[in-house]
């Protein structure tokens, strides 16, 4: 009698490689690598026509100038993630900037900087106030706070440049200080925007503000508290701007109420939707952020090396924040306003 030996069939699919440069797209975001392939484009460019755009201390000259607009565009960044949008950020950096160059001249560099930073949170806690309590849409309610914010610096510098920080250790160090080679300003920047990616991408309360940002209603029926959460994402966005208006003061060595923190608001809102945050909430990256801040930065930093009037440089950031929006919109398949479907 013979006996038949039956070899079983695998039935484990074929593992299918991936391709090593798609895995390295997926990996940076076709959003980030689109980015960085802009700047090296605009980086060659530039750099082919003024030789002195590759000079070290060109390239710490961009950095030092992207600080600002920076922080306000890593701050921008959570807000509108959260489905909302913050346009104080340029008055309360003003308010800010005054009354910590105020409070130097009385108290010193220490009491300048904690209550600076404290007018910054109470700014912030004012227009999420409006919001949650007075159901006002965030871009209303902040808005007013542009226009509020701007006012009071005014008031209570006269609409002058206050006080001179220019001989104090603290400001001096803020300003023209450096840690290892690098700019003081530069590490600022660098230290927020990787505490607050932490934040969005490794603890709950990230999760949560995306969460919120998606869809809020879902959100609130899985237990969210959004009034908590939209507080303190404004909270958030006050301190940090009022951290900007603090290196503004350091830099001009005095308070600026409004000169030094112009049209901030609407730089950080051009960089967040660059970088590939979505203008209804929900969705955006620290890393697309940074990039599109030193798109801008290197934009605006070759525009003055080849003598372009600088008027140019507004209408090419605003053609930017259009360009923007259209590809996020054209992505996602949006209906476009006044065309049939």
């Known amino acids: 009698m013979s006996t038949t030996t039956v070899t079983p069939t695998s039935t484990t699919p074929d593992v299918v490689q ?64 959260m489905g909302g949008i913050d346009l104080t950020v340029g008055s309360v950096a003003g308010l800010a900037s005054v009354s910590s160059a105020m409070l130097f001249t009385h108290a010193g560099s220490t009491v300048s900087f904690v209550g600076a930073l404290a007018i910054g949170a109470v700014c912030g806690l004012i227009s999420g106030c409006i919001v949650v309590f007075g159901r006002v849409t965030p871009m209303i309610a902040t ?3 542009l226009i509020a914010f701007k006012g009071v610096a005014q008031l209570v510098s006269d609409g002058r440049a206050q006080g001179y920080t220019g001989a ?44 919120v940002g998606g869809n809020d209603t ?73 990039l599109a801040v030193i798109l801008l930065g290197i934009l605006l930093n070759g525009m003055s ?12 950031q605003g053609s930017l924040l259009v360009a923007a929006v259209v590809i996020q919109q054209l992505r996602n398949g949006e209906r476009r306003v006044g065309l049939p479907k």
């Open 218 to 290: 879902a959100a609130r029926l899985s237990g969210i508290k959004i009034n908590r959460y939209i507080l303190g994402v404004f909270i958030l966005a006050g301190v940090v701007a009022a951290l900007a208006g603090i290196l503004i003061t350091a830099r001009t060595g005095s308070g600026q109420p409004v000169s030094g923190s112009e049209g901030l608001e609407f730089q950080s809102i051009t960089a967040a939707a660059l970088g590939g945050v979505a203008l209804r909430g929900g969705k955006g990256s620290m890393s697309g952020t940074i």
């Open 18 to 81: 991936e391709n090593p440069v798609s895995h390295a797209v997926r990996a940076v975001g076709v959003q980030n690598l689109s980015l960085i392939l802009a700047i090296a484009a605009l980086v060659l460019v530039i750099g082919s026509r003024n030789s002195s755009f590759y000079l070290a201390s060109n390239l710490k000259t961009i950095g030092m100038a992207v600080t600002i607009s920076g922080l306000l565009a890593v701050v921008q960044t959570v807000v509108i993630i």
């Open 143 to 145: 808005l007013a706070g």
């Open 168 to 211: 104090d250790p603290f400001y001096i160090f803020l300003a023209r200080g450096s840690v290892l080679g690098i700019p003081t300003l530069i590490w600022v920047l660098a230290l927020v925007a990787a505490l607050v990616h932490v934040m969005l991408r490794y603890t709950r309360i990230g999760r949560n503000i995306y969460a």
């Open 305 to 316: 090396l080849l003598g372009v009037n600088p008027f140019w440089q507004n209408v090419a």
